[in-house]
């Protein structure tokens, strides 16, 4: 594990971007389908996702960048991803992340861009505010939900909007610098676009398949790429002992039921980017996502999280690792 912390903390510090997971919600399976409507495209469409092709950051790069830090840690006080986030950490980064700089506090955040009347005008990447003074601060995904890091002995999660916000701000999208508002950079550097910047795969085997099921999906292709990476090192022949087979190691029945052939890359890709979707959609979490595609459903969901497998518990700081090492911009 502390390998893949110094890892993560070299990919924060080049790119000031990085990952993880472990969200509210209950695991998932290894047979999922594609996101919902309010999520769909928000870890990995094309690179020019949510902005209209403008290159100008959207809320929906907003939500996408705020999945990437899915599972980290609650400190107080934290603005490195590496050893942990608070409320307004996360927010900070996020939007550093995109090339906009915010304050450090909630209170200062919650003061920020333009005021949204209500939740019913808020849009996905508008900031939370709750409480007077505010004390607390999330980023609005959409249908009620919002990602935030809730508190000390929790992790950066999806959670259901449960009171009525004291402040919504719209920081995104901005077309000046009047007083009270921030600007934003004329374009996103490719690197930092929505996980499927031709930068993070390259040289990768199969690349074109990850991006192409990735933007089908909803799915980081290099997440797909990672999986890849720990199950058959992009072997597409690949058949393990338990009956694993190909690039992306299903099983038969789950390949069946999925309608894929598993020794054909393509079809594999496609199915692993499926039940990646639909674990990060009913999980909101990308270890119990991956706990999933590798123990299955009923077992993440039995134990209420990763599952007390040897296999599982090493299977998936493996990938985590293995993402990281791909590069920056990667999920």
């Given at each position: 594990m502390t390998g893949l912390v110094d890892v993560l903390s070299r990919v924060t510090r080049i790119q000031q971007l990085l990952d993880p997971a472990a969200g509210a919600a209950t695991p998932a399976g290894a047979a999922g389908t594609g996101f919902a409507a309010t999520l769909a495209g928000l870890l990995g469409t094309d690179a020019t996702a949510g902005t209209g092709g403008t290159g100008t950051p959207s809320g929906a790069d907003v939500v996408a960048d705020a999945r990437r830090y899915l599972g980290v840690p609650y400190v107080w006080g934290g603005t490195d991803p590496a050893t942990g986030l608070d409320c307004s950490g996360l927010v900070q980064r996020v939007y550093a992340d995109l090339g906009v700089t915010l304050p450090r506090l909630a209170d200062q955040q919650a003061t920020q861009g333009t005021a949204v009347p209500g939740l019913a005008q808020a849009k996905p990447g508008d900031l939370l505010a709750f409480n007077t003074p505010v004390s607390h601060i999330a980023i609005y995904v959409g249908d009620g939900r919002m990602i935030a890091a809730p508190r000390a002995g929790e992790q950066v999660q999806v959670q259901r909007v449960y009171q009525t916000p004291s402040a919504i701000r719209r920081i995104l999208p901005q077309t000046g610098t009047a007083a009270g508002t921030v600007p934003v950079p004329a374009a996103?550097?490719?690197?930092?676009?929505?996980?499927?910047?031709?930068?993070?795969?390259?040289?990768?085997?199969?690349?074109?398949?990850?991006?192409?099921?990735?933007?089908?999906?909803?799915?980081?292709?290099?997440?797909?790429?990672?999986?890849?990476?720990?199950?058959?090192?992009?072997?597409?022949?690949?058949?393990?002992?338990?009956?694993?087979?190909?690039?992306?190691?299903?099983?038969?029945?789950?390949?069946?039921?999925?309608?894929?052939?598993?020794?054909?890359?393509?079809?594999?890709?496609?199915?692993?980017?499926?039940?990646?979707?639909?674990?990060?959609?009913?999980?909101?979490?990308?270890?119990?996502?991956?706990?999933?595609?590798?123990?299955?459903?009923?077992?993440?969901?039995?134990?209420?999280?990763?599952?007390?497998?040897?296999?599982?518990?090493?299977?998936?700081?493996?990938?985590?690792?293995?993402?990281?090492?791909?590069?920056?911009?990667?999920?």
């Open positions: 996103r550097p490719a690197s930092l676009r929505t996980g499927t910047g031709t930068g993070a795969l390259a040289g990768l085997p199969y690349a074109d398949l990850f991006r192409a099921a990735g933007a089908r999906h909803g799915v980081s292709p290099a997440l797909l790429a990672a999986i890849a990476k720990v199950e058959s090192n992009y072997d597409p022949a690949a058949v393990s002992p338990a009956g694993a087979r190909g690039l992306m190691q299903l099983m038969p029945g789950t390949a069946a039921g999925l309608g894929v052939d598993p020794l054909n890359p393509a079809q594999a890709v496609d199915g692993a980017a499926r039940i990646m979707a639909g674990n990060l959609r009913q999980f909101g979490s990308l270890p119990q996502a991956l706990a999933a595609y590798n123990a299955g459903a009923g077992a993440v969901r039995h134990y209420g999280g990763i599952p007390p497998y040897a296999e599982t518990r090493a299977y998936v700081p493996k990938v985590q690792a293995a993402l990281a090492a791909i590069g920056p911009g990667s999920l």
